[in-house]
Structures are given as structure tokens and as C-alpha cells.
């Protein structure tokens, strides 16, 4: 084995080679480094702030009631809306971002609550989160601008989830502030920020989140809000920026929307393909950025035509479809407000570039900068405001007064003001027209008149025509208020110039500069119509599979002709047919059709829908029929369809789709009303009625029976006219029945007009058959059809035969269910109750609702008395109203129909007005006083002699009546059963006392020993005394059960109601009176009778003995000696056997009044 060798070691080194590190990597670490290195851990726990809890709370659906009445805004971190409004004043951006982040957080986040306490809470706070979301508005930054519109319309929406806020009364103190925001974001030198500035202007304009066109042209977009109200007064500051906004805009730039231009790209590709693969893919990108740039082009001059839209829809403050006219812009001076908000030292008006109007010019400030520069504003006149240097007029010199009285020379300032209005209108309107003239450029003109276009462009053709008739509709307005100043100016230069040459220099010269622009205006729309007409009507470039699109763009096209065309704003009424009518008349007249199956299938809101397209025909129709005014040498009416034949072929037409005849089974000559039945036509005609075209075919009709109503007998008015015009009236209560009450104005339109013809009928019944004219056998038709055609309103809804159901009979009235009549406002009802009263005869079906619409009128009254939930029902004073004029017509209706009509509308049958009482008391049995008051009142003047005639016919129901409290148990209490038999037995005791009281003033018998020959037989006194003993026992009932009558005087006043018509009975009905003492008197003696009983008796004999009103009773008991010796014997027994009692008091005192009254005949 080979040794081994031990290997020695080298010497260590006293200085080591530092290693170095490779390329890439780390140098490794020292021997003797030492590793400093540590590690942490933390809990996250949430913030215990109690004001971040309650902020969540508030925010959670749980939120606690002390949270929310603090009204303040958290976000979903708890930040609140100062700390959140801090952050929009810094110089970052995103930080301004985040800030606008957390508010619109904040003010989602309310939509968990109920939609009354998240409007309040955001109500309080609008005054701080205003002023500073306007700000930014103006930011430089796209996505705070894009934050802040989106958080305004998070606000509108908000405001308008509640019921009570939907008219956004609470934004309209703030209206000034926000036009000042948003003129200023129209005149900023920025373009990004003048286009959200007209977002804005659309926003405030609109009142909602995100306007378009189709609520522009819906109905319901004319019932505008209190704040869009108040923006009409500030529409003149907005316009011009508006106008500048929509010039810098081009219509013409889509080249690749239109056909034409598709076919000059198609006719291109050739060419293209030539190209190489390099210039091929760099052709692609740039036509993508194109496109795209187009397609932004095409959304923002979109944007632009709808604000201006809704803002010159804004500055009408009426709907014109209602009225026909445009009322005049209100009066600038009424705008006296009263916000919470204040304008510091941060903002002042300055005049802003070439347009010199007042722009907002903003200085950032510091956090201590509203102290003692702030002002709070209470009007309009406390916004600060500037000299303006060229006109040396302040920007509050809108808001002067303007005379509207004074008939005298305008002040030059005036005239300046005038001019300069009818100037503006007169630019936006040549602005109009040029844009028109760009978007029909875009399309390709066909051999006649018309033009062919893309549906690309139809939405944008469609916004401009409604700003040129929204923008012409705001000239007629305001050219209303100043036509007394400037009369109608003749449009020859000539005359014109030799009127400035007869009159002064001076004196005429502002006043024909006016004039001069009144006819500049004119000129403008003579120019625009020529445009629309040779435009008219647009077309596609083949087939299309939305024809009805294309309709809509030509309707609207229309209705601007007919607008534009159909006033005589600037002559007397004497030029001739205009060319745009025989057009706008050849178009009409075959499109002049109904079809109900397209209504079913087009809902409302759709703004393409066919029936909204009708509506607008219906509106140039309506420019057709009706006269334009009259002439000034005599009384002949001017149409601007002059032709006479034209005008009756489209009313034809118009009453063919809208008005056909109807079935009634009454009519006797079949002159309007159709021979066979129409039950299909008619479930389509009440279709037909709910659509807005069927609405303003309602009011056609009414316009044209309000200019023909008192002349329809007349020899001028041709007898086809006539009998067209009542054939429409005729269809008029489908269309009321087919509203249910949903169109208050129009359903009070329709019954006037209708009643309005019905007067004719009552003026022409001495007509005798043989000579009565075709008129007016069409008129009675009218009348004879009407009285069933008008049963409908007043049957319940679900029980109406529209309603195709079958009838059920109930014991009991469900009061849950409406009619018509009772959701119509009074002034409608008055009119629909009064035209019943006018056609006399009413049917049975109709008395027979009209008193379930009386009764449960009572009842709603005792359940809104009593606290409970309301009724909808008439009025009290509207059911007194539908008695008298049932009354009224009483002799035109057979007597039990009359009677049935009184008793069921007194709802003293069923008396469910006490079921509704939530206190059961004794009281409960006067709670029908005054409906007995009234049945009783007109029982007795229904006829002559009615206690022989009616009396007899009522006696059914009175016996069944005085059975009621007979039949009521011991010892049953308050109850509502005790209650309901008591009120029948106290109204059959009334109403035979009314007749009786009746009978003796007809004989003028009042102190005379009068014996009343009402009651006809003994076992009906049976009946009677029983019922009256038996009502004085259960009274008697309730005073020793509960504390109804620890009072001595409600005992009193308790008696004195009860004993009221029993003392008329006793006094005038022969032995009456005796034969209830002997009656009170062994009732008293028998056993088993409670002290209470015993003790009302006691009473209610004290309280007869006593009376005075109505009748003496002490004067036919002196008079009578049998009665003296029967009181006597009464007294005397009563007083043995409560002789020792607690009643003995009341014995003694029963028998001094009897001595005392028989003594004093001695």
C-alpha cells in the first residue's frame, strides 16, 4: 500500500481579491455584511368614525331615520360632499375626476332610498353642489367636462323619480346661474367646450338626462317643466351663441352616407385596386380615420340641431296643438326669484369677443374667498353685469318694462330692440336654410319636384324642419306683442319708399327700419318655402324597407309648409292660392286614411310610428279647413284652400278615417248613424281615439263646430256640410268613452262642442215633422243617439260594455271602482251632467249610475270626514248638482225611474258611509241628515199633490224602512248593523214627516187643529209608532252602556234630533199623539224595563210637550179634552212607578209641566 502524502495549505491572505460580478448580475454580498432587512404585518380595519357610519347607513336601503334628517350626501367610502367639493379646485386633472366620481356616487346612491327622501336630501344640498359642478363645465379636461354633464343628469334624474318634484320646481331658482354657466361655455374659444355647451343648453332645455328626437316630437314633451319655463325668459341670451355654434358646423362632410356618393365609390374600386399592397393598407387606415371622423362630425351637428331644437320648443310656453295660436313669450319682467345660492368674488360678466355679449370670465380664488365678497342674489337684477360701451345699456336692460297699453310712439330704444330681435330671427332662419340646403345636397334631385335621399339623412332633415317651425312659431309669438307698434306692411319698395319720403326723416326713420326688417323676414321665408317645396317630397333611392320613415320626414315637411305659408303676417288676406297648397293638397288627400291595426302594432312614443305622421297631416288639414281670418270690407271668410269643392272633399276624407257612422238602434232615419251594426268599427275607432292623431282629429272637429255651431240652420250653410259635421259629432263619445278620462282638456272640448249642437235641438222642437229640414232630422237623430251613446261615462269602467265583461251582481257597492264622469275635472263634469239635462228623457241605465255616483260622493265625504283613504268621487256639491238637473228633467221620465233614482242616490239602503266610521257612537245615527234632507226636499216637489201620487209608490220601501229598528236585539250595542237600521227607520219617520209638514202648508193650516190625510191606513200608524218607540229604546240602550251620554246636554241635543220630525207626526197625524202616550205609558209599567228606557221615555215626552219649533204642541192638547185627561193618567202612572228611584225627580217634574199645561186651559 503506497503512502500517503499530506498536501500543505496555502497561507491565507491578509487582503482578499474582491469578487466582481459578472455582466448582468449582482455583485455577491460581503462576508461580513449583516442583513438589515425586516418584515411587517398590518390588520386593515375599517374607519370607526361615527360620521362615516351614519354616512354608509344613510346610504344602505336601511337607512335610519336620524341620518336622513341631516340631509347630507356621502359617497359609498363615507367622503362627504364638502371634502368631495374640495377636490374639484385642484390643478390635477384626475384629481378633479375623482372628485366629480364620488359626488355622482354620492347622488346614485340616493336611488336606494324612497324616491320623496332622496329628492329632498339632494334638494338641500343643491345650493353648495351647484355653483361648483357649473365650474366644470368650463374645464379644460374632456373627461371632467364629460363627469360633470353626466352628473347634472343624474341630478334631473333624480328630481324627477319623485312624483312631487317632476315639475323640477326646485332647480328653477338656479336657472339664471346655469344660463350664465352655459352662455359662457358657448362663447369659449375652446370648440370641445362650445359643443358640451349646447349638451348643456339641450339639458336644461329638456329637463331630462339624455334628450333625443323622439321626445322632442312625443305628446307628452309639450307639458314642460317649471325650470324649462323659466329658461324661456333667458332663450334670446343663448340663441346667438347657438346660431354661431350650428354655422361652424358642416352637413355636407358624410359623403359616404348618401347613395350617390356609394355609387361614386363603387364606381371608384377599379381605380383602387391598382394600387400596390403598401398604398392599399395605408388608403385603409386613412379612409378608417375618416369614417371616423364623419361619424363624430355627423353625432355632434346632430347634438347641435337638437339643442337649438329644444331650446326654441322651450321659448313656447304653451303647446299650440291645444290652443292653435302660440301665446306670447311671457313678460321678462316677472322673474323675481329667491335662490339659495350666492355669487362670490370668484366670477364676473365680461363681454366676450366678436359676438358683445356678456361671457363669464372665472378667477380661481382660495378657500377663505367667500367671506365679504360674496352677494346673495334675490333676482335676475342682483347678477352683476357691466356697461356695455356701444349701446351704453347694461345686460339687465332686458328685464325694463315693455308697454303693453300704451298706443302711443315706441321710444327709439324700443324700435332699436324690436330690430334687433327680428334681425336675429331672421339670421337663425337664413342659417336654417343654408343648412338645409347642405343636408339636401347630400341626396339627388329627381326629374319633377322632389328630392332623393339616404335614411342616414332623414333624422337630421327631420331636427332642421322642426327648428324652422319652432324658430317661425317664436316670430308669429313675439310679432304679436309688437303688431299694434308695426302694422301689416305692404311688400312693394316702391309704396315704401314714397311713405319715407311723405313723412319726416327723423320721425320715420327707426320705424321703418323695423318694417324694413318685418319684410327682410319675410323675404327669408318666402325663400325657405320655395326651398321646401322643391324638395318636397323626399323619396329613397330604390326600395326601402321602411316606407313609413320617409312619410314621417314628408309630414314634417308639410307642417313646416303649412306654418310657414298659412299666415298673413304682412298683407291683408287677399293673395292668391299659394303654389305649396294645391301641392301640400295633392299629398294629403290619398294618405288622409285610418288603419287601426297599424296604431295597435305602433305604440305612441315611437316618434316614426305612422299615426305621428298622421298627426302632423292632421295639423295641415287643419291650416286647410279652418278660415285664416276675415276680410276687410265684410264678413266672408278667407281659406288658403279657397277652392270650395277641395275643402268638402278632404273634410270627406277626414270624416271617412277618423268619423265614420256608427250603429244606433234608435235612430230613426239613418242619417248619421249607420243601418247595421258597427261593433268591430267602433273597438277600432276607440283605438284610434288614444293615439295623438286621434286627439287632434278630436279638436279639428270642435274648431269647426265653434265656427258653425249657431249657423247650422242658417240658408248659407249647405245642408252636406251640415249633415257631415253632425255625423262627426256623432262619433264624438266614443272617442270621450275610449279617454276614460286620461285628456281632460279635450274630453271638455268635445262635450262643449256637443252640447253647443244640442241647444239647436231645443230651439228648433216646435218644428212641426212635415217641414223640418234634412238639418234638422239629422239633428234630432243626433240628440236621440246621443242619449245612449253618453251612457258610458257614467257606468263603472270594469263594468262598462267597452269593457266586453260579464256583468256581476253585487249586494254591495265597490267603491274602489270609478267611472269616467268621476275622473274628469268639475268644469267637465258640469258640462257632461248639463248636456244630459239638455237632452231631457234620460235612459234608465243613466239614472241608475248617476245616483251610485251621488251616493258614493256621501260616502267619500264621511270617509274623508273620518280620516280614512279617499274615494275618487264627485264633489258634494257636484252630486247636489246632478239632483237638480235630474229633478229638472223629471217629467220627461217615468215616475218609478225618477223615485228608484232619489231613494238609491240618498244611499240610505245600504248606508255604508257608517261601516266606514272608525268611532262606533249613537251619533252615527244622524250621519245621513242631510242626505234625508235632500230626499225628503225633492220626494215632495216632484209633483203636484205628491202625498196622494208618490206617496203610495214609496210605501214598499217605507214600510220596509219603519220594520228596521224593530228588528234590532237587546243588548246589541253601537254596532254597524244597530247603526244601518236605525238611520232607515229615522228616514222612513223623516221622509212621512216632510210629507206631512208638506200637506199642512199647502193648506196653510199651521195653527189650526189641521189633521194630515198622509198616512194612508192604521197598520201603517202601527208601523210608524212602533218604529219611533223602538228608536227611542234603543237610544235609550245606548245611555247606560259607555260615556256617550255622561253629559246632560249632548242627552239634550241627542233628544231634540231624534223627537224633530216625530213632533210633526204627533202634532198633525189624527190620535197619534194619544195613542203613543197610551203606548209609552204600558211599556213603562211592564216588567223588565231598564231605568234607561224608562227615563229617555220620560224625556222624549218632556221634549214633545216642550216643542215650539216646528210646531206648538201645548195648543192641541189645551184644546183637547180627552188628550188633557189621557196626559194626566200618564203622568200619573209614570210618576207611581219611578216613585222611590233615582228617576223620581224626573217623575215629579213630568207631572207639574202636565198639570201646569192642562191647568193654564182652565
Not at 398590518?42 to 340631509?71: F, N, P, Y
Not at 353648495?128 to 353626466?150: G, M, Q
Not at 311713405?499 to 318666402?526: I, P
Not at 295597435?600 to 316614426?608: K, T
Amino acid at each position: 500500500m503506497a503512502p500517503t502524502t499530506n498536501k500543505s495549505k496555502p497561507p491565507a491572505r491578509d487582503f482578499a481579491k474582491r469578487p466582481r460580478a459578472k455582466v448582468g448580475k449582482r455583485a455577491p454580498a460581503k462576508v461580513n455584511a449583516t442583513d438589515t432587512s425586516f418584515k411587517t404585518a398590518t390588520v386593515a380595519v375599517r374607519s370607526q368614525g361615527q360620521s362615516l357610519d351614519k354616512g354608509r347607513q344613510q346610504q344602505g336601503k336601511d337607512a335610519t331615520l336620524s341620518s336622513a334628517k341631516r340631509m347630507e350626501l356621502f359617497s359609498s367610502r363615507g367622503n362627504t360632499l364638502a371634502t368631495l367639493q374640495m377636490s374639484l379646485r385642484h390643478h390635477a386633472a384626475p384629481v378633479r375626476a375623482s372628485g366629480l366620481k364620488g359626488i355622482r356616487d354620492a347622488v346614485q346612491s340616493l336611488s336606494l332610498l324612497d324616491a320623496a327622501i332622496g329628492v329632498a336630501i339632494l334638494e338641500a344640498n343643491l345650493p353648495s353642489l351647484l355653483p361648483h359642478l357649473c365650474r366644470c363645465w368650463l374645464d379644460e379636461d374632456d373627461d371632467v367636462r364629460t363627469l360633470a354633464l353626466n352628473l347634472y343628469g343624474d341630478i334631473l334624474k333624480c328630481l324627477t323619480s319623485s312624483l312631487e318634484s317632476v315639475d323640477l320646481k326646485c332647480l328653477a331658482p338656479f336657472v339664471p346661474f346655469l344660463c350664465a354657466y352655459a352662455s359662457s361655455a358657448l362663447n369659449s374659444l375652446d370648440r370641445s367646450i362650445r359643443i358640451d355647451g349646447s349638451s348643456i343648453v339641450a339639458m336644461l332645455a329638456s329637463a331630462v338626462q339624455s334628450p333625443s328626437f323622439s321626445q322632442l316630437m312625443s305628446s307628452s314633451s309639450s307639458k314642460m317643466s317649471a325650470m324649462s319655463r323659466e329658461l324661456s325668459h333667458h332663450v334670446d341670451s343663448l340663441l346667438p351663441s347657438m346660431e354661431r355654434l350650428l354655422t361652424s358646423v358642416s352637413l355636407g362632410r358624410r359623403a359616404s352616407s348618401s347613395g350617390r356618393s356609394a355609387e361614386s365609390q363603387k364606381s371608384n374600386t377599379a381605380a383602387g385596386q391598382k394600387r400596390g399592397r403598401s398604398g392599399k393598407n395605408a388608403s385603409s387606415v386613412q379612409t378608417k380615420a375618416v369614417s371616423k371622423r364623419e361619424s363624430r362630425e355627423s353625432t355632434t351637428a346632430q347634438s347641435i340641431l337638437l339643442s337649438l331644437a329644444f331650446l326654441l320648443r322651450t321659448s313656447l310656453i304653451s303647446n299650440d296643438d291645444m290652443s292653435g295660436m302660440n301665446h306670447t313669450i311671457r313678460d321678462k319682467t316677472q322673474r323675481d326669484l329667491l335662490p339659495s345660492l350666492y355669487v362670490s368674488g370668484e366670477c364676473s360678466f365680461l363681454k366676450g369677443g366678436s359676438a358683445q355679449s356678456n361671457s363669464l370670465l372665472l378667477i380661481r380664488g382660495t378657500k377663505g374667498s367667500r367671506a365679504a365678497d360674496e352677494t346673495r342674489i334675490c333676482s335676475i337684477r342682483d347678477l352683476p353685469a357691466i356697461q356695455d360701451e356701444v349701446t351704453n345699456n347694461s345686460t339687465n336692460a332686458l328685464v325694463e318694462d315693455i308697454p303693453t297699453d300704451d298706443h302711443s310712439s315706441r321710444p327709439k330704444e324700443k324700435d332699436a330692440e324690436s330690430m334687433e330681435k327680428v334681425q336675429q330671427m331672421t339670421s337663425l332662419l337664413e342659417t336654417l336654410r343654408g343648412k338645409f340646403v347642405e343636408i339636401a345636397h347630400l341626396g339627388k334631385k329627381t326629374d319633377a319636384n322632389g328630392l332623393m335621399s339616404s335614411s342616414n339623412d332623414l333624422e337630421t332633415m327631420d331636427v332642421l324642419v322642426q327648428i324652422i317651425r319652432l324658430s317661425h312659431s317664436r316670430f308669429q309669438s313675439y310679432y304679436q306683442s309688437i303688431s299694434k307698434y308695426y302694422p301689416r306692411t305692404e311688400t312693394d319698395a316702391s309704396k315704401s319708399n314714397k311713405k319715407r319720403e311723405k313723412g319726416g326723416k327723423k320721425s320715420t326713420k327707426d320705424l321703418q327700419n323695423v318694417q324694413e326688417c318685418l319684410v327682410a323676414y319675410q323675404t327669408s321665408v318666402d325663400r325657405v318655402l320655395q326651398l321646401l317645396l322643391e324638395n318636397f317630397p323626399v323619396k329613397s333611392f330604390g326600395e326601402t324597407t321602411n316606407p313609413e320613415r320617409y312619410e314621417f320626414t314628408n309630414a314634417c315637411i308639410c307642417s313646416a309648409l303649412a306654418e310657414l305659408g298659412g299666415g298673413a303676417l304682412f298683407d291683408d288676406g287677399k293673395r292668391k292660392t299659394s303654389p305649396w297648397v294645391n301641392t301640400v293638397f295633392s299629398y294629403v288627400l290619398p294618405r288622409l286614411t285610418c288603419d287601426q291595426d297599424s296604431y295597435e302594432s305602433n305604440p305612441e312614443d315611437d316618434s316614426y310610428s305612422e299615426s305621428i305622421s298622421t298627426n302632423m297631416l292632421l295639423k295641415v288639414v287643419m291650416k286647410l279647413l279652418l278660415p285664416i281670418g276675415n276680410k276687410s270690407d265684410d264678413n266672408t271668410k278667407s281659406y288658403l284652400l279657397n277652392n270650395i269643392v277641395k275643402r268638402q272633399e278632404i273634410l270627406e276624407a277626414f270624416a271617412k278615417a277618423f268619423f265614420p257612422q256608427v250603429y244606433c238602434q234608435l235612430a230613426p232615419h239613418h242619417a248619421i248613424y249607420a243601418s247595421s251594426s258597427t261593433v268591430e268599427l267602433e273597438r277600432k275607432m276607440r283605438n284610434v281615439a288614444t293615439t295623438a292623431a286621434g286627439r287632434t282629429a278630436c279638436i279639428l272637429v270642435t274648431k269647426l263646430v265653434a265656427q258653425s255651431a249657431d249657423s247650422l240652420f242658417n240658408d248659407s250653410t249647405e245642408t252636406e256640410y251640415a249633415t257631415l259635421l253632425l255625423q262627426m259629432i256623432s262619433v264624438l263619445p266614443t272617442y270621450v268613452v275610449a279617454w276614460e278620462g286620461k285628456y281632460p282638456t279635450e274630453t271638455g272640448l268635445a262635450l262643449a262642442s256637443i252640447l253647443s249642437v244640442v241647444r239647436q235641438w231645443e230651439a228648433s222642437g216646435n218644428v212641426s215633422g212635415d217641414s223640418k229640414s234634412p238639418v234638422t232630422l239629422a239633428l234630432e237623430e243626433l240628440c236621440l243617439g246621443l242619449r245612449y251613446s253618453l251612457e258610458a261615462l257614467y257606468i263603472p269602467i270594469e263594468d262598462s260594455p267597452v269593457v266586453q265583461q260579464p256583468r256581476k251582481k253585487r249586494k254591495k257597492a265597490n267603491l274602489k271602482q270609478t267611472c269616467i264622469l268621476e275622473r274628469l275635472p268639475e268644469q267637465a263634469q258640469k258640462l257632461a251632467i248639463g248636456l244630459a239635462g239638455l237632452l231631457q228623457s234620460p235612459t234608465e241605465v243613466t239614472a241608475k249610475q248617476l245616483s251610485q255616483i251621488c251616493s258614493k260622493a256621501f260616502i267619500s265625504h264621511i270617509a274623508t270626514t273620518n280620516g280614512d283613504q279617499e274615494y275618487e268621487a264627485v264633489s258634494l256639491d257636484m252630486a247636489n248638482y246632478i239632483r237638480e238637473v235630474v229633478h229638472l228633467s223629471r217629467r220627461t221620465m217615468p215616475m218609478p225611474t225618477y223615485l228608484s233614482f232619489l231613494l238609491d242616490g240618498s244611499g240610505i239602503e245600504l248606508t255604508i258611509g257608517i261601516s266606514l266610521m272608525q268611532k262606533q257612537s249613537p251619533d252615527n245615527v244622524f250621519l245621513y241628515d242631510s242626505a234625508i234632507d235632500q230626499l225628503s226636499r225633492f220626494l215632495t216637489t216632484s209633483c203636484d199633490k205628491a202625498s196622494q201620487k208618490v206617496l203610495p209608490m214609496l210605501r214598499p220601501i217605507i214600510e220596509k224602512w219603519l220594520l228596521a229598528p224593530t228588528k234590532i236585539k237587546e243588548n246589541e250595542g253601537a254596532s254597524n248593523e244597530t247603526m244601518r237600521l236605525l238611520v232607515q227607520g229615522r228616514s222612513a219617520i223623516s221622509i212621512l214627516s216632510a210629507f206631512t209638514w208638506d200637506d199642512v202648508l199647502s193648506h196653510n193650516c199651521v195653527d189650526d187643529d189641521f189633521i194630515s190625510s198622509t198616512i194612508l191606513d192604521d197598520k201603517l200608524d202601527q208601523l210608524l209608532l212602533n218604529s219611533i218607540l223602538s228608536l227611542c229604546e234603543v237610544s235609550g240602550s245606548f245611555w247606560s252602556k259607555g260615556s256617550h251620554f255622561d253629559d246632560t246636554e249632548a242627552q239634550q241635543l241627542y233628544l231634540a234630533k231624534l223627537m224633530g220630525p216625530v213632533a210633526v207626526l204627533l202634532r198633525y197625524r189624527k190620535g197619534m199623539l194619544k195613542q203613543f202616550l197610551e203606548t209609552v205609558s204600558k211599556r213603562v209599567a211592564a216588567q223588565g224595563m231598564s231605568e234607561s228606557v224608562v227615563e229617555i221615555y220620560m224625556k222624549a215626552i218632556l221634549m214633545i210637550l216642550k216643542s215650539k219649533d216646528p210646531v206648538l204642541m201645548t195648543s192641541i192638547i189645551q184644546r183637547s179634552d180627552d188628550l188633557q185627561k189621557v196626559l194626566l193618567s200618564v203622568a200619573k202612572s209614570i210618576e207611581t212607578i219611578v216613585s222611590g228611584g233615582p228617576l223620581a225627580h224626573l217623575g215629579g217634574k213630568l207631572q207639574h209641566h202636565v198639570n201646569t199645561i192642562c191647568s193654564s186651559n182652565q
